[in-house]
């Protein structure tokens, strides 16, 4: 059973820093890119941060750049999105996801195979 769980969401004021988590199981962890999208009310789940395999590159949604991190550690099976700077626009629930990395753009929601349950991020202004 693949299993992706994720962790670290809350409620913090704009500017301030949350480090989101997810935890693997049940997959060969380096055979997939994983990922991190983003779901507000309303709107569609969109692409945040990915990072290939192996750690090796990484991509981001234009307004994250410079404040989001993306980061794998394939030894603990494990991911984490370290979110400074944070604003009222990032709020929603944040999900964790899986892609095999034979797979064409890393951007595409529809390429991921598995998915977490979310965790929700709270921006006040």
């Known amino acids: 059973q693949v299993q992706l769980v994720e962790s670290g969401g809350g409620s913090v004021q704009t500017g301030g820093s949350l480090r989101l988590s997810c935890a693997a199981s049940?997959?060969?962890?380096?055979?997939?890119?994983m990922g991190w999208f983003r779901q507000a009310p309303g709107k569609e789940r969109e692409f945040v941060a990915a990072?290939?395999?192996?750690?090796?590159?990484?991509y981001y949604k234009d307004s994250v750049k410079g404040r989001f991190t993306i980061s794998r550690d394939n030894a603990k099976y494990t991911m984490a999105l370290q979110m400074n700077v944070l604003k009222p626009e990032d709020t929603a629930v944040y999900y964790c996801?899986?892609?095999?990395?034979?797979?064409?753009?890393?951007?595409?929601?529809?390429?991921?195979?598995?998915w977490g349950q979310g965790t929700q991020v709270t921006v006040s202004s």
């Open positions: 049940g997959l060969t962890f380096t055979m997939y890119d």
């Open positions: 996801a899986a892609k095999m990395r034979t797979g064409r753009d890393i951007s595409d929601r529809y390429k991921y195979s598995y």
């Open positions: 990072i290939t395999w192996s750690g090796g590159s990484t």
